[in-house]
Structure formats: C-alpha cells, structure tokens
C-alpha cells in the first residue's frame, strides 16, 4: 500500500513539473489545425471531408512542450500568422498565396484574453503568451466557388522559426 501511496505521489509531482505556469516559460512545438462547420446551431469538427463554404472557421492552436491547462510567456513570441491557400482560391490568389485577408478572427472571445491574436497581431504586437487550451478561431469570410480546398498555416515565432501545418483537403460546396 505504501509503494502504491509513494508511486503516485511521483507522478503527481513529474505531471506538475512538466505544466507551464504563468511565471515559467513554455516552448511551442508546432501548431495544430482544425477545420470546423459552423452552419449548425453548434460548431462541429469537419471529419467527412465536406462544409458549406459559408461556414468553414479554421480552429489553430499551438501545441507545446508540456501539459496542462496554464498561461505561460512564450520562450519566443508569436510575431505573424499566416494563411495560404494550397489551391487556387480565385483569379488573384493562386496557389501558395497568402489569403489570411479573407479570414477574421471570429469571435473574439474565444482567442486568449491577453494579447489575442486579433488585436496583437494586426497591430503589429507579438503575442508574448498563451493560454494552454485555447484556440483561435479564424472565419473565412470570402467565399470562393464551390470546389477542394487545402490550407497551410504558418505561425513565425520572433526567434526566425516558422511553425507550419497544413489541413485536410476540404471540398466547401
């Protein structure tokens, strides 16, 4: 019983240790996307492959070196976020264009509370922190014509790394 009692009480304390705290810093190590239906009464995670075009939102969120739900100063800052498109999107964005114009962060709220990256980074303001478990929320607000979709996001941290990851190909009819 004894063992058990000391076992666990080792694996509360290596959990602890590997969470970021709002005093500690807290390394990204990429970035995740997600493409997301809004045209029910609730979001829903697209896994069929399909979403109307008036409804697609692009849920990004950094992953990290540890785990938990804490706020921590990032060992470097987010600087840009980018959004292009893997397809031609219309006449004057072809493929490998940057189309992060025709998405808005959306809603607000959902982005971290401090330095989101709706008012730091079109403000030209590095986003300095980052709440574990929050995502942003991107609406795509220009409809393209009805077709297969990719996008790849690009986040650039202040130290010249660019963290990348691309999403499904989506068909938006």
Known sequence: MMKKYCLLCLLSVLCLSMTCDED???????????????????????????????????????EWDATGYN???????????RIITLNDFDDSHKAGSDVSEYFKTYPRELCPNENTVYDSLENGTPIDSWQTGYSCFKALLKVPAPGDYAFRIDMKLKDSETLTCTTQSIHLY
Request: charged share 20%.
């Open 24 to 62: 500690s810093f807290c390394d990204m190590t990429g970035v995740a996307v997600t493409v997301i239906d809004n045209s029910g009464e609730t979001f829903r995670e697209v896994d069929d492959g399909q979403c109307p075009k008036e409804a697609m939102i692009l849920q990004i969120e950094p």
């Open 71 to 81: 706020s921590g100063k990032l060992t470097s800052p987010i600087v840009g976020l």
